[in-house]
């Protein structure tokens, strides 16, 4: 299997961030990854494809999407899309560009939490994006260096409080996880990474936190936003998507790797989340893929 293309991106030690605006009719580059952090934003691209990790989506007229996980996959694609002239404008900056010290300030705590988030990739509302637009606007063509700094801030701290904001990838594929979660959900997590491939009863996981089923049920879900059962499909899927991407395992060895005990089910369950069926999302990497 060819490995992603990893980027070299044009940023110097010197720079806060790199940032380049283009005007144009198609999408070329291939699946990549990279360890800076990236925000990119697409004006007039409805039917673009934008692939993040697992997940695959055609977006809308506007489209604003950060990703900071260091080395999860990602690419805007033609898709669907027909129009002569697309809007891009890609901000890539340094991991470190506001510093622990800073981030840990009280008055980062929302930028700080959406960086971790960004992990798994973030994609911003439309409320969001109209909010922000006059600052992506004139971004890239402001010649004061400091001012350029400064509405960066704005722009990062304007969309940490995106209430609509939602992730892309799964926790799996992205292999991103986050300690500020309860220690009680973040023990299920746990076992359940540990066991998604063999049976998981709801009884199991409500006996690693001494809870009756029912309560733990409820409990669960109020603290992931799913309940137990879904939770452990999606990082079922996530597992066989990386092994999709990662490796030349065939498809039947790998749903039975993941915990699935059928085939069918596999296929139309990882169709109906994914959109594609895992031969086809298989190829789609494989057909993006360079060797470096």
Not at 241 to 250: F, G, K, N, P, Y
């Amino acid at each position: 299997m060819a490995k992603v293309l990893r980027e070299i991106t044009s940023i110097t030690d010197n720079d806060c961030f790199y940032i380049v605006e283009r005007h144009k009719s198609e999408f070329t580059w291939p699946i990549h990854s990279h360890t800076e952090y990236e925000l990119n934003f697409i004006e007039n691209g409805r039917g673009v494809r934008r692939v993040v990790g697992d997940s695959i989506e055609e977006i809308g007229d506007y489209e604003l999407t950060l990703i900071t996980g260091d080395g999860l996959e990602h690419a805007w694609e033609q898709g669907n899309c027909h129009q002569a002239d697309i809007r891009e404008i890609t901000i890539q900056f340094s991991p470190r560009l506001l510093g622990t010290d800073l981030l840990a300030r009280n008055q980062f705590a929302s930028v700080r939490k959406m960086f971790e988030r960004a992990r798994m990739g973030l994609t911003f509302s439309m409320p969001a994006i109209m909010r922000v637009y006059a600052i992506l606007d004139t971004l890239a063509s402001k010649q004061e260096r400091m001012d350029q700094f400064l509405d960066m801030l704005k722009l990062l701290y304007e969309l940490s409080q995106d209430t609509g904001a939602r992730t892309l990838a799964s926790h799996s594929f992205a292999q991103s996880h986050t300690d500020r979660e309860s220690r009680r959900v973040n023990k299920v997590k746990e076992y359940i990474a540990h066991h998604y491939m063999e049976e998981i009863k709801l009884e199991d996981l409500a006996a690693q936190v001494a809870m009756a089923p029912s309560a733990f049920s409820r409990f669960f879900k109020q603290h992931t936003g799913r309940g137990p059962v879904d939770y452990i499909i999606d990082v079922r899927l996530g597992v066989a998507a990386r092994m999709l991407v990662d490796t030349t395992t065939s498809v039947s060895e790998i749903c039975y790797a993941c915990g699935f005990n059928n085939l069918s089910n596999f296929n139309r369950t990882f169709k109906a989340r994914r959109g594609y069926t895992p031969r086809d999302f298989r190829s789609l990497f494989t057909k993006n893929r360079i060797f470096v």
